[in-house]
């Protein structure tokens, strides 16, 4: 097979203002043996610009304001796509980080161009020694069906919080939770509500050896009803494990682990797949 990829970037950077222009251009028939390259067959246009302010004596150290507009095609110059949005972007006291951008965004699904409109946000932040650090983001607005090819309405967050309650022990947990609305001449109502709750403890005895706890919990439920094909009502998974590593050396490791894992059933019981316990030894000589 013959074809051609490009890519060209013009970024430039002032300490008040910066802008890029990009262009890349990948043929359809284009492979890239050694390296990831995720979609073929497109052309993409982008244009971007922003304006750098740096507060003085002000919680808020750096602010970023700016536009962003991204348009793809076919080879043939069909649409295939946009996203255009403007912008913020914050760097503040207790190593604050913090996003917010307004999207109009188009998607091409098979044949049909699908439009979205949708409020971006991020927010990261470090509070205290016992409490290192609080992220929170998602989006909310227009949401796409892929499933289905159609758009409706919705919302999708994450909370992610770290917990030191004592120097040994991390305790990690994040939630995320998504639920699209329908309302359409043909159909309306809460297409589906899918949760993630997972959370990870690491106890460090020593330089040496560590403990590893981890349990995560998926479930999605959804009405069969305003879906286009055959789906379940609810289903899920649960996965737990834990971990003891020890260490020698960089070159000598051991490690013991279980591992119990289990399905959410329509009744919204959680039935067990599997139990695990597996060993590791490595050593170099």
Do not use: C, M
Request: hydrophobic content about 40%; proline content about 4%.
């Amino acid at each position: 097979l013959k074809s051609h990829a490009g890519h060209i970037t013009w970024d430039h950077q002032v300490r008040k203002y910066d802008w890029r222009l990009r262009y890349n251009d990948l043929g359809d028939e284009f492979r890239a043996d050694t390296g990831f390259v995720p979609q073929v067959g497109f052309r993409e246009v982008l244009g971007s610009g922003g304006l750098r302010f740096y507060p003085q004596n002000n919680p808020i150290a750096f602010i970023r304001t700016y536009v962003v507009a991204d348009q793809f095609f076919l080879p043939n110059g069909d649409d295939l796509g946009h996203d255009y949005f403007p912008g913020i972007f914050l760097i503040g006291s207790r190593n604050l980080n913090a996003q917010f951008e307004f999207h109009n965004n188009k998607v091409r699904i098979a044949d049909r161009l699908l439009t979205q409109n949708y409020l971006f946000y991020f927010v990261q932040f470090d509070p205290s020694r016992r409490l290192p650090r609080i992220t929170f983001f998602g989006q909310t607005g227009d949401l796409i069906d892929f499933d289905n090819a159609r758009v409706g309405t919705g919302t999708n967050l994450t909370l992610q919080a770290t917990v030191r309650p004592w120097d040994n022990l991390t305790l990690t947990a994040d939630a995320s939770r998504e639920w699209l609305n329908l309302d359409l001449p043909e159909t309306s109502g809460r297409l589906y509500t899918a949760t993630i709750a997972r959370l990870k403890g690491v106890y460090v005895f020593n330089a040496r050896s560590f403990l590893r706890l981890i349990g995560q919990y998926v479930t999605t439920e959804r009405d069969p009803g305003l879906y286009t094909f055959d789906v379940a009502k609810r289903d899920g998974t649960f996965l737990g494990s834990i971990l003891y590593g020890y260490r020698l050396n960089w070159q000598t490791v051991f490690f013991v682990g279980f591992g119990d894992n289990g399905i959410v059933t329509e009744n919204n019981s959680l039935a067990r797949t599997n139990r695990s316990v597996f060993l590791k030894i490595s050593y170099a000589w």
